[in-house]
């Protein structure tokens, strides 16, 4: 409020306490500012804003909240409260696209940060209802939701005379875990009897059992002003249920003043389908992850940066690396003021993790057939004796003498590195001490936390990398791989499917053994590395039995191929069952040739025909592989790769990462 409002001394709804004839009086409190006015409460003892002690500390305090509210400029708010220290942590990730989304819906953005009872921070929340009774229509949002960009405005999907938030249920009723909200409720219910009209009474209590299937979550909720004052701030002390505020809000908020939000608008990690649900939901929430604060940042900011792309936390946990790890490599020093013969001096040196057959080693081929005559050579780091004979025509070392001769006779040195493992490894990786020119290349994703790390390792000049992700989160440059169409005549013949990938486990190869099994009447053209020394038992045994065995008629196995014309010329489909991908160059050179696809959302499966939600059951699969083989003769996205994934823009952006 910018100025004083009170006529005379008394009791003052701004402050919520008596304003007396003497001073800090009403008279010297129309004699201040705005700012003035909002330093004086700051400043006033903890204690003044109680209005009631809870009895003990089972029970949160009643205190008067204070929040002076920004100028109003429209008749929708979307407001966020970050209490505490780590609410705004989270908020820090998910601010930007909060505040977009309110510009988007033609709504003020409201930011109450501070924490006014840290008897029970979670009381905090109740500020909202100054902020629902100031507006037409009030979107709150809980720190840990992360909006799409395409969410559609929810003021106008929403009705004015309901409440809508998402009942959750359901979610517990999956789990079997609803008693401790039955109890929860109950315990509310029975210490607030009074207040409860006897229709609500009626509702809850049956032959004299309390009963409850309703829980409205209270991380979305959209409140309209008339019926702010179903959500606030209860008149007596209360007990501290960490989900108190939805639990009152269930019990209150009267059936036909209620609209049952989808999870479109509330995808809750809580929820046993998750994952699945990112596929089409605008409102990601990120909620049950209190007690694991890092993989719940990791998460959001994945998201924050349009990657809704599956990262289950068994597969964060497998993935962490620290920079501290870095820090206890055995690095090998040598004097590189020397003479040596290998390498014939000039102008790159590549330093490649593993040269096996791949995404990255494609990428390098087209990086190769443009600059091979300005390369020295490259070594591949990390021994993997069945692809010692792979160069990509340049000269290849092998040990650590080869590494510090390369870097010496180079003038660019490329880490093409994703992982550094406990091997020895040259001093001047870290030190470099001649002051080369450092580009580091990354063709991993987001979930490929080692990135975080490994640049604070190599300081690099400039950082390339194939997932359009990674480049908004280091900004790095963004070159993708270069995608042609073949010269090939199309002849499909329905029923025949292409599905080529390095066969491991996150490329799907066990959804794809399902969709094989439960398609006898398809025949599957598998055209990939497979590369057993690298596979757990259990993926081997089943690669083998289900598979690769002559039993299995339907599964044709051509390993690597270096030539996929005659699969592109003749398959009807083709299936990209991958988990993750920084790119997809399996898939997008499929489009680019015209074939229709079916994939999850990973990579460059996003243009694919049609697409398949995380975590879906092998059956929505098959019946969507039906479809589009029946269905679609052509990909959609076909001119759309060949267009941004060319060999012009591939070579005119190392130029400029190269000689610029």
């Not at 398959?571 to 999850?600: K, R």
Request: charged share 25%; hydrophobic share 35%; glycine share 4%.
């Amino acid at each position: 409020m910018p100025e004083c409002q009170c006529e005379n001394a008394g009791w003052c709804d701004l402050f919520k306490k008596e304003m007396t004839y003497d001073p800090p009086n009403w008279q010297w409190c129309k004699s201040l500012s705005e700012d003035q006015r909002r330093d004086y409460f700051n400043k006033m003892d903890s204690t003044v804003r109680v209005l009631k002690k809870a009895p003990d500390e089972t029970k949160a305090d009643i205190v008067n909240f204070f929040d002076i509210l920004p100028e109003k400029k429209s008749k929708y708010a979307v407001c966020v409260i970050p209490a505490n220290d780590s609410a705004m942590e989270l908020l820090d990730i998910t601010r930007s696209g909060v505040k977009k989304y309110a510009e988007k819906c033609g709504a003020d953005y409201i930011e109450l940060s501070g924490d006014q009872n840290p008897n029970w921070p979670m009381s905090n929340k109740y500020r909202l209802n100054r902020v629902a009774k100031a507006y037409d229509k009030t979107l709150y949002l809980d720190c840990d939701i992360v909006v799409k960009d395409d969410a559609p405005n929810i003021f106008e999907l929403t009705p004015d005379d309901k409440i809508s938030a998402y009942d959750e249920y359901e979610i517990f009723k999956q789990r079997n875990d609803t008693g401790w909200i039955r109890k929860q409720q109950e315990s509310i219910f029975l210490t607030t009897l009074d207040s409860f009209p006897e229709e609500i009474k009626e509702e809850y209590v049956k032959n004299g059992e309390f009963i409850t299937e309703s829980m409205i979550n209270g991380g979305v909720l959209v409140v309209p002003n008339a019926l702010a004052d179903y959500y606030k701030q209860p008149s007596s002390p209360y007990t501290k249920f960490w989900c108190f505020d939805q639990h009152l809000l269930t019990l209150e908020l009267p059936e036909e003043k209620f609209n049952n939000l989808t999870h479109k608008f509330n995808c809750e990690y809580e929820g046993k389908y998750f994952w699945y649900f990112t596929h089409d939901s605008y409102f990601i929430h990120l909620n049950g992850l209190n007690n694991k604060p890092e993989y719940r940042k990791y998460v959001l900011n994945q998201f924050s940066l349009g990657d809704f792309t599956l990262n289950k936390e068994e597969q964060y946990n497998n993935t962490k690396f620290h920079f501290e790890n870095l820090k206890k490599v055995n690095l090998v020093s040598k004097n590189l003021d020397y003479d040596t013969d290998f390498f014939v001096k000039n102008k790159i040196g590549i330093f490649f993790n593993n040269l096996m057959p791949g995404g990255a080693l494609t990428w390098l081929n087209d990086f190769v057939s443009f600059y091979k005559d300005d390369i020295t050579g490259i070594v591949a780091v990390e021994d993997v004796p069945e692809y010692n004979d792979v160069t990509c025509g340049l000269k290849r070392g092998f040990t650590i003498d080869h590494m510090h001769e390369l870097y010496e006779k180079s003038d660019i040195i490329i880490y093409w590195i994703y992982w550094i493992h406990s091997m020895p490894i040259p001093d001047f990786w870290l030190l470099n001490p001649k002051n080369k020119k450092i580009i580091f290349i990354s063709h991993g994703s987001l979930r490929v936390s080692v990135i975080d790390d490994i640049l604070k390792f190599f300081k690099p000049d400039k950082f390339v990398c194939v997932d359009e992700h990674v480049v908004k989160k280091h900004n790095g440059i963004h070159i993708p791989p270069i995608i042609k169409e073949k010269d090939i005549t199309r002849n499909p013949i329905r029923k025949n499917v292409l599905w080529h990938h390095r066969l491991e486990t996150n490329k799907g190869l066990s959804i794809l053994l399902d969709i094989i099994e439960a398609m006898p009447d398809y025949t599957f053209h598998i055209a990939g590395n497979w590369i057993p020394s690298i596979c757990t038992q259990e993926i081997i045994n089943s690669v083998e039995t289900r598979m690769l065995s002559p039993d299995i008629s339907n599964v044709f196995f051509y390993g690597l191929l270096e030539d996929m014309s005659d699969l592109f010329s003749m398959c009807s489909l083709s299936l990209s069952t991958s988990l993750d991908e920084s790119f997809g160059i399996s898939i997008a050179e499929s489009i680019a040739n015209g074939i229709p696809s079916v994939s999850s959302s990973a990579g460059v499966g996003k243009y694919s025909d049609k697409i398949i939600p995380y975590e879906a059951h092998y059956s929505e699969w098959v019946k969507e592989i039906r479809i589009c083989d029946q269905s679609i003769k052509e990909a959609k996205n076909k001119s759309f790769i060949k267009d941004n994934y060319s060999s012009d823009h591939f070579k005119q952006s190392w130029d400029n990462v190269l000689w610029s």
